[in-house]
Every structure is written in C-alpha cells, then in structure tokens.
C-alpha cells in the first residue's frame, strides 16, 4: 500500500489492477490553487475525478478549516513480506528516504491523523467537482 500526503496535486501512473492500493491525501489549497489558467486546471481536476474511479486509488481532500497542519509532504511504502518505508520531501528538493521503524511509525501516526480530517472520498469528489465548475 501506497499512502501519500502532500499540499500539491500528485504525479502517478498506477493504472493496473496489480498496481496495489493508494490512498493520496491533498490539502484544499492544492486544488483552489490557480496555476496555469482555467483550462489547465480543469484539466488537473478532472485527472483527479479520473483517478478517483480506479478501484485501487483513493483521494481524499483535507478542507481548509480542518485543525491539522501540512508541513510539507511524505509517502509511506508498504509492501508485503518487507519492511515499511518513508519518503519525505525537503523544502529545496529531493527528499529523504526513511527506514528508521521509529520514525516510519511517527508518519504513520501523522497520516491517520490526517485523514481522519480528511473528508470522505465521496465528499472530496463532490468538492473536485464544485471547484472544476467555478473555475
């Protein structure tokens, strides 16, 4: 399993059914964001809602009031039969690749706080959805 925080919208291309699962969380902000005019980002929103109807992606949107802060972005890395690991970004690029149990357990702890502020994936697509029509 694939779990994934960020502030940004993400890259990916797991379109396999053997692909796994991935849980994306994103903050409000990374889909309110103007970047690249109106046609680019209907265009990223409707990657998401796209995204969204594959069986093994979820994306979930962290709203704007919700009371946790997003101090940049990390992904777990679970994997049957091995050890679990983290990647956090840094803020001037790159990130750091984290196989400490202790400090893996630390995000995965933040991740489930995050989303349990998150809301529901039907709801964030419900949110996608409203902002893609104001833009």
């Known amino acids: 399993m694939t ?10 291309s797991a379109r396999r059914s053997s692909a796994g699962t991935l849980v994306i969380l994103l903050s409000e902000y990374a889909i309110r964001r103007k970047i690249g005019g109106p046609e ?12 969204m109807k594959e069986p093994n992606i979820t994306i979930q949107i962290l709203p704007e009031d919700a009371q946790i ?3 940049g972005s990390f992904t777990l890395l679970s994997c049957d039969g091995r050890k679990d ?6 803020p001037i690029g790159g990130g750091d690749l984290i196989d400490q149990p202790r400090l893996v357990n630390a995000l995965k702890v933040r991740f489930d706080l995050i989303r349990s502020a998150a809301l529901p994936a039907t709801e964030s697509e419900k949110l996608i959805r409203t902002i893609m029509e104001s833009v």
Do not use: C, G, H
Not at 3 to 12: C, E, G, K, L, Y
């Open 3 to 12: 779990r994934s925080t960020s502030s940004s919208p993400p890259a990916w």
């Open 69 to 71: 802060y997003l101090n």
């Open 85 to 90: 690991v983290a990647y956090a970004e840094t």
């Open 40 to 51: 680019v980002m209907r265009a990223q929103l409707q990657r998401l809602l796209d995204a």
